[in-house]
């Protein structure tokens, strides 16, 4: 593979990366061939697609097709939640900001997994009990189904559709350069595939192809971690000393927090976007349904947390080796660029440390394998948030909403597969309508979103007694609303992509802010509502606390 | 559910410990993890040299990576513990007033 081939991998490879918030610049040029990476990714979907068929034999009901009949194990559920959360804009985005700020990276990694811990403490449990395919299920228990689900499945849908967004784009940007085909044509073929995963395999299908994905990337991870130890007799100290050797600055300490943090107000918003939007996310929280009991739901937060603890030191090791590794190596230099600017930048910017560093430490096979592995990534990602939108439109909408209740099993089931084909032909679509696009808001606005609409109901539904449905729905509606507003006059939206001078809201992250307004106004709401509704509600939060407490009456697995 | 049962699980002794302990323990893991989160964090806002601090004088590697890395493993062991726990005692609990309920 020339130089020439890597510089638009590298490009394009960046865009996946939307939580560091680099954009790529230029024009994407389609490409010649990568022989392993096309080789190991054609394995790959044969082998997803050989999964999908046995799965497709085995889901037969709604149970089955929502929920995997219940019967996945703590430890795989374990895993597949790791592959959810274990993006491909995790990987890059993470081990690039390790390259480029040293310290910084593990900043940003704790975030992310702390949120953890206490959904264990306070969510897993009570969601299990008392859910049976969606959120929704749990935040209208008890109040009224028609106006919770309505806005449970607008948050679930909102939060979904910008997901995708941001997954196609790099998706299709990432294919395109791979097998050389169009953009358009590479973003029908990832929604197509991921139109079969979901239709034909299911909850099933999906939770096996995050697996196999998430095994995947922490084997390709672990091995660069290794690689890059053994050229330091694995001690730490002298792969820090050589890293601080050729990046520390007078304005640089890679040893110490920099710049990501500054003042605590956004310090603190960050911290809750990422709790409380962890708790939030429709396709995370649809995970807990595929186990057969709370027991089994406590194991798989257990290993999850494991799994993405552990891969987040290894991308800490992985940029730290891209230090050594990349940042001198003149074969990653990107010259055109250092001629106008100086400095080492390397193709295709920051967020390329990790596969630059894959061709260093394992030449074009490895490269070939961490590509295809990006791409797999971003297949079982998309996947796993169309069957969570797909749920939200057939079980909440559809069964909940529009047959109060009594539409049958299959007929829902049927729903949720044409909901699958709507909504990959809306992230179809909506992939080859932001190609051009700035999406770096996007995964934000997403968290913002569930953070600010999703977990303040799920939450106070599960341990507060006086919520009512009025509460619940202004309250959850103006916690989404301030949100949404929130990011599009903040320096993101209003200056980075609007071009206004300065922002009229002066945080990245809004959710400090909305979640305090839906939190407060839920809160205010349901006490001052003096209606009889409100008063029965309150009335059936004993027998839900029970369950919740307990499990008696949750639903079970189902036999297989 | 119906309103009897409601009211007999809610007088079973069992069920009284289970909601009692468990709900102590969990608010207290969860406590522990914010503030360790938060003194992290703040500390970062406030004092982010304190963090760049050298272990020693004859290494540039500094206190913030094995702080940063034991809250990471810190985060995992607390979710280890919860589990255990759960897993045994809280279970039992839960079972026994399923018991309790079944013989009447």
């Known amino acids: ?560 | 559910m119906t309103q009897e049962l409601v009211k007999k699980i809610k007088a079973n002794p069992d069920y009284q410990k289970l909601v009692k302990t468990r709900t102590a323990f969990s608010i207290k893991l969860t406590i522990t993890m914010l503030v360790v989160y938060f003194s992290f964090i703040l500390t970062i806002a406030f004092n982010p040299s304190a963090l760049g601090t050298p272990l020693s004088s004859d290494t540039v590697t500094s206190i913030g990576i094995p702080i940063g890395i034991a809250i990471i493993v810190f985060a995992f062991v607390l979710t280890g513990i919860y589990t255990k726990r759960a897993n045994g005692e809280f279970d039992d609990l839960s079972n026994k007033i399923k018991q309790a309920i079944k013989e009447d």
């Open chain 1, 1 to 560: 593979m020339s130089i020439f081939n890597r510089v638009f991998l590298f490009l394009i490879l960046g865009s996946i990366a939307v939580f560091a918030s680099g954009t790529i610049d230029g024009e994407i040029v389609k490409q010649a061939l990568n022989i392993p990476a096309i080789v190991m990714f054609i394995i790959f979907v044969g082998a997803t697609l050989g999964i999908t068929y046995w799965a497709a034999k085995r889901t037969k009901s709604a149970k089955d097709f929502y929920t995997a009949g219940g019967g996945i194990t703590g430890f795989q559920n374990g895993m597949a939640i790791a592959g959810d959360y274990m993006s491909a804009a995790s990987f890059l985005g993470i081990s690039g900001l390790v390259y480029l700020k040293g310290y910084d990276g593990l900043i940003y990694s704790i975030g992310f997994l702390v949120g953890w811990p206490i959904i264990l403490f306070m969510i897993a449990e009570p969601l299990r009990n008392l859910g049976k395919y969606t959120f929704a299920d749990v935040a209208s228990y008890r109040l009224r189904q028609t106006p919770i689900r309505s806005l449970a499945a607008a948050g679930s849908i909102a939060t979904v559709i910008l997901y995708l967004i941001a997954q196609m784009v790099g998706a299709g940007k990432l294919i395109q350069l791979l097998f050389g085909l169009d953009y358009e044509i590479a973003v029908v073929l990832v929604g197509v595939l991921m139109i079969l995963y979901v239709t034909f395999g299911g909850m099933l299908a999906t939770t096996w192809v995050q697996i196999i994905k998430a095994f995947l990337l922490l084997s390709g991870a672990t091995f660069m971690a290794i690689a890059v130890m053994a050229h330091y007799n694995f001690n730490f100290g002298s792969l820090f000393a050589a890293a601080a050797d050729m990046r520390n600055t007078e304005s640089l300490d890679i040893m110490s927090p920099g710049g990501l943090v500054s003042d605590p107000i956004s310090a603190i918003s960050l911290a809750i976007a990422l709790m409380f939007g962890t708790a939030g996310l429709p396709h995370i929280l649809m995970r807990f349904f595929t186990v057969s009991d709370a027991k089994e739901a406590r194991k798989s937060v257990f290993f999850a947390t494991g799994f993405i603890g552990y891969f987040y030191i290894l991308t800490f090791i992985i940029g730290f080796g891209a230090i050594v590794m990349v940042f001198q190596n003149p074969e990653y230099l990107d010259l055109a660029k250092q001629a106008i600017s100086g400095g080492h930048p390397i193709l295709g910017g920051k967020n390329m440390a990790a596969i630059h560093l894959s061709h260093a430490v394992g030449g074009d096979f490895f490269l070939g394998f961490i590509s295809a592995v990006a791409f797999a990534t971003i297949l079982a990602v998309v996947s796993g948030l169309t069957l969570a939108g797909a749920s939200a439109i057939s079980h909440d909408l559809y069964a909940s909403v529009f047959k109060k209740g009594n539409a049958d099993s299959m007929a829902e089931m049927r729903v949720s597969k044409m909901a699958t084909v709507g909504l990959g032909i809306v992230a179809i679509f909506m992939g080859i309508a932001f190609e051009q696009q700035n999406i770096a808001f996007v995964v934000g606005l997403a968290f913002a979103i569930a953070a600010s609409a999703n977990f303040p109901i799920l939450f106070l539904s599960m341990y507060w007694s006086k919520l009512t449905t009025r509460g619940a729905v202004i309250g959850g509606s103006l916690g989404l609303t301030t949100a949404v507003v929130l990011v599009i006059i903040g320096p993101i939206v209003w200056v980075d992509i609007l071009g206004n001078a300065e922002a009229i809201f002066p945080y990245k992250y809004p959710a400090l802010f909305s979640v305090t307004v839906s939190f407060l106004s839920i809160w205010f709401i349901s006490i001052t509502d003096k209606s009889h509704d409100g008063e029965a509600e309150r009335a059936a939060f004993e027998a839900q606390y029970i369950r919740s407490q307990t499990g008696i009456g949750a639903e079970g697995a189902s036999e297989h």
